[in-house]
């Protein structure tokens, strides 16, 4: 209570010194006595009416000033197209709120209350002036950031900002990109009339806010910019700043691909196509790269700061310890209103920002405000004020401006930049524009919103209106607009003269991905054991820890001992056990590993305890980061946000950027995964058939059917395998989109594993896991099953029976292999063999035809799942076999369902029998 009481009169005095109060009102407390200030006695001190007076004008003042930083956003002239009259009354900056009664009053400003250029000013001066600052074509919200020091900062330097005069020759540049902007917009108007460009027609200043933050990043030690953005505007800034040759574009668009002809790949649409360049500015440069974006609005988001964030790490200036993140990379994220609001995955991407092993020290956003998504105008796309009102979850501060005005627009782009490069945190421009056209150049927006472009039709464009202003103001000539104008449309010719004649370069596999290519369309062997030397001491080291620290007992008695038994005899190697000898071996070897997803560091089901928590301290301890006193390498165990979609669009991000690294993520229940369908469906089955985009992003996907229930049992085999370009009636090789595998040992997983950094290509990989597996005693491998010269076996066949007795092949994969096993020996059937299906893409139709030519006698081929009939591998595997194996084959598992699995315990049951049973009588 007492300190509290302190510190109150401290803030009180604070707030008063920060007034310049009076000295005499100061005096009135000292600092003699245990709360820190002994109020003086009244006898002693008496306040005279004016210094009362004076008290209660800068109180008032105070507050009035507090009102326009708090409120003055509501009531700024930030959007250019409004076409509903305010129903606001601006209530919060009535100054008879704060007892102010004459306009004439003098207020004496000479003690910093506000950024101001007189010391002295009238009450209507003042007003007049906060106006200006705060309800003008800039506005900001920024009184809810919870730090003083911020708050602070935030409204001097926004009246700093605001308040500038800009130079003419910077007026003159801003011009320049403008009317270059809409000179490029022209030329494809006019020359690819019925193309969809999604034109920066009345969002032109965002050029200018492009332009002024690559400009400052080069006088900052930045080296690097990373960009996520959306299609408004997009080939305007790829061409007229980030240096992507025009030609390129029109060869693409007389339909010709955008990558030479010897790689395997797709392309994609224009308005997802990417530059990486150096961009200069006097003489100094920094590097930008655009990211590749799919059509779903606003996923490239999250992949811009997971590529941000590998990047950090490769510089090896931050990503650990006290300093979380490196100086160099900034992430910019750029986005529509409509999607930036409507989008779950904004939400998720925010909350990762502070998030350890997710931060990346903030990012700066530009929100291309037009008001409107696709034919929804922004009343109706949304229930709260404004569209970047998310930002207020992690107190982001938001700069609201008018597009229409340029020069605004380059004030908040510095605003933005320094509080970012200050604070490290996230940073939101609001840039409210409008859409000259509908969603594309091809729609008619006055079918739904006829009032909106009646206005918007009849507005002079944005380059035009501020080319006009410079002119009357004597800083360009209308000459020299048209000089401008038509030198960049002559320049745009000219590159569509060579387009035709166009040869796209050939830039990648380069840098850090030298030695990567494409995969040849064999399928090829990889040996992936390690000496058994090794895997002894990765064992133990695998579960080591510090003296004094007070490790969990369960975990030191069913864990620690456990393993140094298992490793100390090289039997019974169980999942976990081969899963930290892989990464430990990959570390060994100098590759980064990194896991992330929910709850990874124990593992959902108990089972990896890659770290150790002290139970006094709470400290964390990860064995495997502590190898050998050299080791540079390090697994990053990174324990998500209750996401899918951002967290899984990061850790892509992140693969994208460098081979060296095995980035996995794991699901905490393999359904989870479909919260990241559209990670799955836009980035890691197409990245590569799209934008030559490789990545070795290994998702780990826990599948069982154990009387879950419906959610909890099935991780959607079937899904994945639909998404795969595996072919029905040839035999795949590597040059497949992804890989999909069930491994039924740990041996193979561990092979599986390191097979992803050692290979000279890199391919995503989807791995259905076990759950009551991962302690079955016969589960288990043995250091023969991974030691140099074994590799990952497609396809695990059964030498239990003599080939020339078998009657009956049953094929299936995973956890069922066990339960089929254990029933056939129940029932003591000794005509039936068991093949485990290890790969499902690529289909190992070499190794399959293998094993079944041994069953010469062999009349009936069942394939045998968990899942129901119209789910799992059934239709996958059914058409390969029969097309390519030539055998007729058939189904036992459980019958066709709306869900993955019933949720009725005896239902289960029965159903667990009948499928168990069932085969061995066909």
């Keep these: 209570m007492y300190s509290n009481y302190g510190i109150i009169h401290q803030r009180s005095l604070s707030i008063l010194k920060s007034l310049r109060i009076t000295r005499e009102f100061v005096r009135g407390y000292q600092s003699d006595n245990v709360f820190g200030y002994r109020k003086i006695p009244r006898s002693e001190f008496r306040l005279s009416d004016e210094i009362l007076q004076n008290r209660s004008n800068a109180s008032n003042l105070y507050r ?63 007003v007049e002036y906060l106006n200006k600052i705060y309800c003008n074509h800039i506005s900001g919200e920024f009184k809810y950031l919870e730090a003083e020091e911020e708050r602070e900062w935030f409204a001097s330097e926004f009246e700093k900002v605001s308040n500038i005069e800009l130079p003419n020759d910077t007026k003159k540049s801003l011009a320049k990109e403008l009317i270059r902007s809409q000179a490029f917009d022209n030329f494809l108007a006019k020359r690819f009339s019925s193309v969809k460009r999604y034109g920066g027609e009345g969002a032109e200043s965002m050029m200018g806010f492009f332009n002024e933050v690559f400009k400052m990043a080069t006088n900052d030690p930045l080296e690097q910019l990373i960009l996520g953005l959306p299609h408004r505007g997009r080939l305007n800034l790829l061409t007229g700043l980030l240096n992507y040759p025009p030609a390129q574009i029109f060869h693409k668009l007389k339909g010709n691909p955008d990558f030479p002809e010897t790689y395997q790949c797709f392309g994609d649409v224009l308005s997802h196509i990417i530059s990486s360049t150096d961009v200069t500015y006097n003489d100094k440069s920094i590097h930008v790269s655009v990211l590749y974006n799919p059509s779903h ?144 150049e091809m729609d008619d927006p006055t079918f739904t919103n006829p009032a909106l472009y009646g206005l918007i039709n009849s507005k002079m464009s944005v380059p035009d209106a501020y080319a006009k202003k410079l002119i009357s103001q004597g800083i360009l000539s209308e000459q020299e607009c048209s000089e401008i104008y038509n030198e960049h449309f002559d320049w745009l ?83 976990s056990t081969a899963e930290a000898l892989a990464i430990g071996s990959l570390l060994f070897e100098g590759n980064n590993v990194r896991i992330s997803g929910q709850d990874i560091g124990r593992g959902t089901f108990s089972q990896r305890h890659a770290m150790f928590v002290d139970q006094e301290t709470n400290s964390i301890h990860i064995p495997l980061n502590n190898i050998h006193a050299k080791q540079e390498a390090f697994l990053e165990l990174a324990n998500s946000t209750l996401s899918e979609e951002a967290v899984l669009a990061f850790e892509y991000g992140m693969s994208i950027e460098n081979p060296n690294n095995l980035i996995i993520w794991e699901a905490q229940f393999g359904d989870f995964f479909n919260g990241a369908q559209i990670v799955f469906d836009t980035y890691i089955t197409s990245g590569e058939a799209k934008w030559i985009y ?75 896991t076990p759950k009551t597996l991962l302690r079955a005693s016969k589960c288990v491998s043995k250091f023969g099953d991974m030691t140099k010269g074994t590799y990952f076996k497609p396809v695990i066949g059964d030498t239990s029976i003599e080939p020339s007795r078998v009657k009956r092949v049953l094929l299936t994969s995973g956890k069922h292999f066990y339960t089929l096993a254990e029933e056939r020996q129940t029932i003591g059937v000794d005509d039936t063999v068991i093949i485990r299906v290890e790969s499902f893409c690529p289909f190992p139709t070499a190794e399959l035809m293998q094993e079944v030519a041994q069953y010469k006698n062999a009349k009936t081929f069942i394939w045998c799942q968990e899942e129901p009939q119209n789910m799992g591998a059934w239709t996958f595997f059914k058409r390969r076999f029969e097309s390519l194996i030539g055998h007729k084959i058939q189904f036992c598992g459980r019958p066709t369902l709306p869900i993955p699995a019933v949720g009725i315990g005896k239902l289960h049951k029965q159903q667990e029998s009948e499928i168990l049973t069932k085969p061995f009588l066909m």
């Design 493 to 575: 010719n000219e590159e569509l003269n060579k387009s035709e004649d166009w040869n796209p370069k050939d830039v990648y596999f380069k840098s850090q991905w030298q030695g990567i290519s494409q995969p040849a369309a064999a399928v090829t062997v990889w040996d992936t054991g390690i000496d058994v030397d090794l895997m002894t001491f990765l064992g133990e080291k695998s579960v080591k820890y510090p003296e004094n620290f007070k490790i969990h007992p369960t975990i030191l008695r069913g864990h620690v001992k456990n393993r140094l038994s298992k490793v100390a005899e090289g039997l019974n190697i169980d999942w």
């Design 64 to 126: 009035l000033v507090t009102a326009y930083r708090t409120h003055g956003h509501k009531y700024a002239n930030t959007n250019p197209i409004s076409i509903l009259e305010s129903s606001e009354n601006p209530i919060e900056l009535d100054i008879t709120r704060y007892g102010f009664k004459e306009t004439n009053t003098i207020i004496n400003l000479n003690e910093g209350i506000i950024n101001h250029p007189s010391d002295e000013v009238s009450l209507s001066e003042l």
């Design 297 to 440: 609005l606003e996923i490239a988001n999250p992949v811009s700061m997971g590529k941000t964030r590998a990047k950090q790490i490769a510089l090896k200036d931050g990503g650990y310890g006290d300093k979380r993140w490196s100086e160099k990379v900034l992430n910019i994220q750029v986005h529509g209103d409509a999607a930036f609001i409507g989008q779950g995955v904004n939400q998720e991407t925010l909350e990762l920002s502070a998030v350890p092993h997710f931060e990346v020290g903030g990012s700066i956003h530009l929100v291309v405000n037009n008001q409107i998504g696709f034919t929804t105008p922004g009343e109706r796309g949304r229930s709260s004020r404004y569209c970047t009102d998310l930002a207020k979850i992690i107190a982001a501060p938001v700069i609201h401006v008018n597009g229409d005005h340029p020069e605004e627009v380059l004030k908040a782009a510095r605003l933005a930049f320094n509080y970012q490069r200050k604070f490290r945190k996230d940073v939101f421009v609001d840039m409210n524009c409008f859409r000259r056209w509908g969603h594309n």
């Design 694 to 768: 490789q990545s070795g992003l290994t998702v780990l996907l826990p599948h069982g059917y154990d009387g879950a229930g419906p959610e909890h049992s099935s991780s959607r085999l079937e899904r994945f395998l639909q998404l795969t370009d595996s072919k029905e009636d040839q035999v795949d090789g590597d040059n497949i989109n992804f890989q999909v595998c069930q491994p039924s040992t740990p041996a193979q997983y561990f092979h599986l594993l390191r097979r992803q950094m050692i290979r000279n290509y890199r391919k995503p990989l989807i791995i259905i």
